[in-house]
């Protein structure tokens, strides 16, 4: 409002007090009162206040969301995923054969412990299905380092090698109490996550900070600081736009026709 007035040809320079200033500039005051210190074509009816008013949190709340978009949501969503695709796919393959075992297994990997997991028996003929779970095995080595945490990676593995091999020590296996391999155990089947017990990871971002121990509301103040910002610049482009297509009118107004009287006079 302060733009529009600062920037219209029929604004003045009076300074305005302390409660016309509020009426002027807060967003619910501008919602409840009428708009009586303006001029008549520059007053928004209540339907108008009220488009005017939502556009706000409407505004905010997808600033927020842009600047909290990251790829690393959907990876973690996708990868969670996995774990309850591989069992159900483990049902289907064995059905009516209830083989996948639950067992309880302690297992720590890039950081991360798990020991809840299920065996899904490679399946005598081909099945995609079993494939696609073991090929999950490969993806463990790239998946991101945790926000907050660096030394681990986000706890969203979904499927292991069923027994220890003697070089897993050197690829990111710190504790292990698998059997170790033999040819007939090394292509029994794939050892998969429990998605029924194991959580999967809360992500923080690094500068986030969290009021719970859960990790589950977590804030980072500076992107709330730039939303703000961002809301109010588009504010200040919203009104100004809304009021600019209310100066504009085929119909003078009666300021136009005191400030052009003879032009107004000539026309037809």
């Known amino acids: 409002m302060w733009a529009n007035i600062c920037c219209s040809k029929y604004s003045h320079s009076r300074v305005t007090n302390f409660k016309l200033h509020l009426k002027q500039n807060n967003d619910f005051t501008k919602l409840i009162f009428p708009e009586k210190h303006l001029p008549k074509h520059m007053r928004l009816d209540f339907s108008q206040r009220l488009l005017r008013f939502i556009f706000i949190p409407i505004c905010f709340i997808a600033s927020v969301c842009l600047l909290h978009h990251d790829l690393v949501y959907k990876q973690i969503s996708e990868y969670c995923n996995r774990r309850s695709a591989c069992f159900a796919n483990c049902v289907r393959e064995n059905f009516p054969n209830l083989v996948c075992d639950l067992q309880t297994i302690d297992l720590e990997f890039d950081g991360n412990a798990y020991n809840e997991f299920f065996f899904f028996p490679k399946p005598q003929t081909n099945s995609e299905f079993y494939e696609e779970c073991r090929s999950f095995i490969a993806d463990n080595y790239s998946i991101p380092r945790a926000g907050q945490d660096a030394s681990r990676a986000l ?114």
């Open 155 to 268: 706890q969203i593995h979904t499927c292991f090698e069923p027994c220890r091999s003697s070089g897993d020590c050197l690829t990111g296996f710190d504790f292990d109490m698998r059997d170790g391999c033999t040819k007939e155990s090394r292509e029994s089947g794939i050892l998969c996550v429990n998605p029924y017990v194991t959580e999967c990871e809360t992500y923080v971002e690094p500068l986030q900070y969290c009021f719970d121990d859960a990790q589950t509301i977590c804030i980072d103040w500076r992107k709330i600081v730039l939303a703000v910002v961002i809301t109010n610049i588009l504010q200040v482009i919203f009104e100004a736009s809304m009021l600019y297509a209310l100066e504009v009118s085929l119909k003078p107004t009666y300021l136009d026709k005191l400030q052009n009287n003879d032009e107004m006079e000539e026309d037809p």
